[in-house]
C-alpha cells in the first residue's frame, strides 16, 4: 500500500518532494507510537508578572475578596431579633395581642395570643365576641376588653400585651436595593446601603429603626449577590462580538469562564486574555494573557486566574475564519450583482429565442 502511495505521489512531485516525504514516513515507522505522543516543552512553574506588583491569584492560590459592598440590584435578607415598640405603642392591623382573662368560662378561658384582623377587631371566642381595638393603646385595649368581658363576666381582670408587632412583618424578609441605593422599610422610612458592607448595614438599619423602635436588633445578609459580575467577550470572526454577562461568586477562573459558554466556538482562537479594570485608583489595568493550551492539555494553573469583579476575559477569534469572512462581505455584493445580470441576461435571450421559435 505505501509502495502504491509513492507510484502516485511521484507523478505531481518532484525529486525533492518525493524525497522529503520519504524521510518522513522513514521517520513516523521508526518512531513508533510515541512519534504521536512526544513530550511538550516544559510549562514555566510561574507566568510573567503583570504590571502591577501585586501577586495575581489563580486557581491553586486564590485569594478572598474584600468585604462585600451593597449596591443596586442587590437583594438583602432580613431578620428582626428585637423588634419593641417606644411607647405609648398604637394598635394596628395584623399586630398580636397576648391577653390573660381571671375569671373566664371554664370551657373558654381566655389565655393565648389575639391578632388584629384587617377591620381592627379582635376575636375573643363565640361567647365574647369581638372588640375593636386598632388605634387604642395597650392601656386603651385593656380598658375596651374588659368593658366587653363585663357584659358576660362579672368583675373580669384582664391583663394585655404585645406579643408581636406588625412592623416586624415589615422588617423580615427580602429587600430590594433600588437604583437611588436605599431599602425600603415600610412604616419605618428607607435606608441608604449602597457602598456599605453588611456590618455597616446592620448599623444603618437598626439606626433609622431606633426612631420608632426602642434598641432595635436585625440580621442582615445578603440574599442576591447581583451587583457584582464578569463578562465574557467573544469576537465573531468579522461578524460581530458576542458578549456574556456572569454573576462572581468568589471562586471562579478561566476555566470555570469558558465552561460556562460551554467552551470555545468554531470561531474562536485559543488567544485568550484578561482585561482587569484598576481599583480605588492606585492600581493600573492589567492584562493578563492565557496559555489554554497549559490550562486543557498540560493541566497547569499558571495561567488559569482567578476571575475578579469587574474582569473582562476576552477571546480572540480564529485569523483564517476572519480573513474568510471579511473576503465573504468584500466579494458577496459582486456576487449578487453578477448573479442579477446573468439572471436578467438570460431571461432576455429566453424571450428573445421564444419569439423567434413563434414567429
Partial sequence: MIGDLFTVACRPLGH????????????????????????????????PRPSSNSPVPRELEMMSLPP??????????????????????????FDGLLIRAAGALPDQPIADAFFVDP??????????????VVGLT??????????????ILEEPEVSV?????????????????????????????????????IEEAKEAIEQQLSLKLEDPQVIVDIFSYNSKKYYIITQGGGFGDNVVQLPITGNETVLDAIAALG?????SSTK??????????????????????????????ATNYQILPGDRVFIADDPLVKFDAVISKITRPFERLFGFTSLGASSIDRVVNFSQVTN
Wanted: one cysteine or more.
Fill in 16 to 47: 525533492a518532494r518525493l524525497l522529503t516525504l520519504l524521510c518522513g514516513v522513514v521517520a513516523v515507522t521508526s518512531s513508533g507510537c510515541t512519534a504521536f505522543m512526544a513530550p511538550r516543552e516544559p510549562i514555566p512553574a510561574s507566568p
Fill in 68 to 93: 462585600y459592598t451593597i449596591e443596586p440590584p442587590d437583594i438583602l435578607l432580613l431578620n428582626a431579633i428585637k423588634v419593641v415598640p417606644k411607647p405609648p405603642y398604637i394598635v394596628e392591623p
Fill in 119 to 132: 377591620e381592627g377587631m379582635i376575636d375573643l371566642g363565640p361567647s365574647y365576641g369581638k372588640v375593636k
Fill in 138 to 151: 395597650i392601656d386603651g385595649a385593656k380598658d375596651a376588653i374588659r368593658k366587653q368581658l363585663s357584659t
Fill in 161 to 197: 400585651s404585645l406579643a408581636v408587632s406588625s412592623g416586624a412583618q415589615q422588617i423580615v424578609g427580602e429587600h430590594l436595593v433600588g437604583p437611588d441605593g436605599r431599602v425600603n422599610l415600610g412604616n419605618y422610612g428607607s435606608v441608604y446601603v449602597t457602598g456599605l458592607t
Fill in 263 to 267: 467552551g470555545l466556538s468554531q470561531v
Fill in 272 to 301: 485568550i486574555w484578561i482585561a482587569r479594570p484598576a481599583r480605588n485608583g492606585a492600581e493600573c489595568e492589567q492584562i493578563l494573557n492565557v496559555n489554554w493550551e497549559d490550562i486543557t492539555r498540560g493541566a497547569s494553573t
